[in-house]
Structure formats: structure tokens, C-alpha cells
């Protein structure tokens, strides 16, 4: 069984690909964690990833989809595989449908607000404050950086703008440059 599990973030597509996983016993193919995997074993992608993510980029189509072919090259992938965030934009799309076959594809939906409610509610476990006091936030973050905390860079108008283009259904693209690294 080859599935594609899609919907913006905060819908429940980690939730639910853990249990389709387990279910079907194939492996969950995330591009997050493919990145994170090639930055730390410092392979010539990963490297590549590391210089793109470093200088606030986002990561090619090109390094995208070669990480995943290359995944789905691998011994665990022949019966079967769940692939998480991918693809995120018609070249890896169309990229996709040249070097592997899907059997299906399921989309998560939720409305806008509750997305909204539960990125706040991730946001606020992360910072251990309470994440829906945005301008409490705002300053909690200020602090923290006058304070040499380099995890928490950035615009302090991050949470706000990374939310709305959440919202507005284009998080895949723009949502991870936003928040802080570590969550």
C-alpha cells in the first residue's frame, strides 16, 4: 500500500499516519524528518539542506525530491510506505508521479479556527507560556533574546504572521521559516 497523507498543519497527519503505519506495517516517509536526517549524517544533500536552511531558504524541489527518491529506494519501502508532507508543490508532484506509484491518498480537514487553536496550543506547550496571549508571547520571546537566547531570532511579529499564512492555506511553504527552530 503506497499513501499519500495530506492537510496543513495541525490537522492530525502525524496522528494519523502513525496509525495507518502501524496498521498496514509500512514505513511513514516524513520530509521533515528525512531533512533533519540528511542535515545530521552530513551526506552531500544533507549538507546542502543545512546551507539552504542556514541562510533562512527554503529547501529546493530539487534536494526535496531527491531525498525522497532515494527513500523510497530503500529495502522497508518495497511493500509499501506513507509519505508525510510530500509532495507540497506541483514540481514534486509531478516529479513524484515519474518515479513511484501511489494507491491512494487521504486529506485531513479541519476548519481554520481550530487549526488556529491547536498551533497555539503547540506553540504554548513549546514556550511553556500560554501561546492564545500573543503579545504576552511577543515579550516572553524579546526577553528571552535580550537574554542571549539565540532559539528565539527572528521577527518578533513571527507567531502572528506565520499563523495567518497558516491560515490562509500556504503554511507548507513559509509556516517553518517563522517559528522559532526548536519547535
Known amino acids: 500500500m503506497r499513501l499519500l497523507i495530506m492537510g496543513p498543519q495541525g490537522v492530525g497527519k502525524g496522528t494519523q499516519a502513525a496509525l495507518l503505519a502501524e496498521h498496514f506495517n509500512i514505513p511513514t516517509i516524513s520530509t521533515g524528518n528525512l531533512l533533519r536526517a540528511a542535515m ?93 496571549l500573543r503579545r504576552g508571547v511577543h515579550a516572553a520571546l524579546a526577553s528571552r533574546r535580550q537574554q542571549g537566547d539565540r532559539r528565539y531570532t527572528g521577527p518578533s511579529s513571527c507567531r502572528n504572521f506565520a499563523l495567518t499564512v497558516m491560515v490562509s492555506g500556504r503554511s507548507m511553504l513559509y509556516q517553518p521559516l517563522y517559528l522559532p527552530s526548536f519547535l
Open 40 to 132: 545530521q549524517q552530513g551526506t552531500e544533500l544533507g549538507k546542502q539542506v543545512k546551507e539552504a536552511m542556514d541562510a533562512g531558504k527554503l529547501v529546493s524541489d530539487e534536494l526535496i525530491i531527491q531525498l525522497v527518491k532515494e527513500r523510497l529506494g530503500q529495502e522497508d519501502c518495497k511493500n509499501g510506505y506513507l509519505l508525510d508532507g510530500f509532495p507540497r508543490t506541483l514540481a514534486q508532484a509531478k516529479a513524484l508521479s515519474g518515479f513511484a506509484k501511489i494507491d491512494g491518498a487521504l486529506s485531513i480537514e479541519v476548519s481554520d479556527s481550530e487549526i488556529e487553536h491547536r498551533m497555539d496550543e503547540r506553540v504554548g506547550k513549546a514556550l511553556g507560556i500560554l501561546a492564545h
